[in-house]
């Protein structure tokens, strides 16, 4: 099997995980946020959304600058733009895996503000550290968030105390 068709499999498993939170987080509930230090729940909810943005960058791009980029976080108001953002960033990011090869999945990807890297990676590590597992980790964080706010957790990797349909 090539590398991308197991990268667009485990995209659809957790792509769909993502959404189904992401559907049920209530738009007068964007601002709350469970410290000051933390992230408000709408902007967390967006940085999930735009995460999927970052696939299509890591296959299409050998080299990305924060300094010269232009890069800006997304700001959603509603559960319209919320879910918007989503799927233009899923959209692309499956179109840019499907046209992946195996070569372009082992060559190199970096992540740097001018001369200082944060990622110096195959793009494959990248996907799958920075890609896949970033977004696992925001995803829990969510989940607290929403247990903290008596929002229904929908099943991820198995069974909810809120939705034990398995």
């Given at each position: 099997m090539a590398l991308n068709e197991s990268l667009l499999k485990e995209l659809k498993i957790e792509a769909a995980a993502s959404r189904k939170m992401l559907e049920r987080i209530p738009e007068d509930k964007y601002?709350?946020?469970?410290?000051?230090?933390?992230?408000?729940m709408g902007s967390l909810a967006a940085h999930i959304a735009e995460n999927l943005d970052w696939a299509a960058l890591i296959?299409?791009?050998?080299?990305?600058?924060?300094?010269?980029?232009g890069y800006k976080?997304?700001?959603?108001?509603?559960?319209?733009?919320?879910?918007?953002l989503f799927d233009d960033g899923l959209n692309k990011a499956v179109e840019s895996l499907k046209n992946a090869d195996d070569k372009k999945l082992h060559g190199h990807w970096i992540m740097r503000s001018n001369e200082k890297v944060f990622i110096d990676s195959p793009r494959m590590e990248v996907l799958r550290s920075f890609f896949f597992s970033h977004s696992a980790h925001h995803r829990g964080q969510l989940s607290v968030y929403m247990r903290m706010n008596?929002?229904?957790?929908?099943?991820?990797y198995g069974p909810t105390a809120d939705d034990t349909n398995f």
């Amino acid at each position: 099997m090539a590398l991308n068709e197991s990268l667009l499999k485990e995209l659809k498993i957790e792509a769909a995980a993502s959404r189904k939170m992401l559907e049920r987080i209530p738009e007068d509930k964007y601002d709350w946020k469970p410290h000051e230090k933390s992230m408000s729940m709408g902007s967390l909810a967006a940085h999930i959304a735009e995460n999927l943005d970052w696939a299509a960058l890591i296959v299409n791009t050998d080299d990305f600058n924060f300094e010269t980029s232009g890069y800006k976080s997304p700001k959603v108001k509603t559960k319209t733009e919320l879910l918007n953002l989503f799927d233009d960033g899923l959209n692309k990011a499956v179109e840019s895996l499907k046209n992946a090869d195996d070569k372009k999945l082992h060559g190199h990807w970096i992540m740097r503000s001018n001369e200082k890297v944060f990622i110096d990676s195959p793009r494959m590590e990248v996907l799958r550290s920075f890609f896949f597992s970033h977004s696992a980790h925001h995803r829990g964080q969510l989940s607290v968030y929403m247990r903290m706010n008596d929002i229904l957790l929908p099943q991820v990797y198995g069974p909810t105390a809120d939705d034990t349909n398995f």
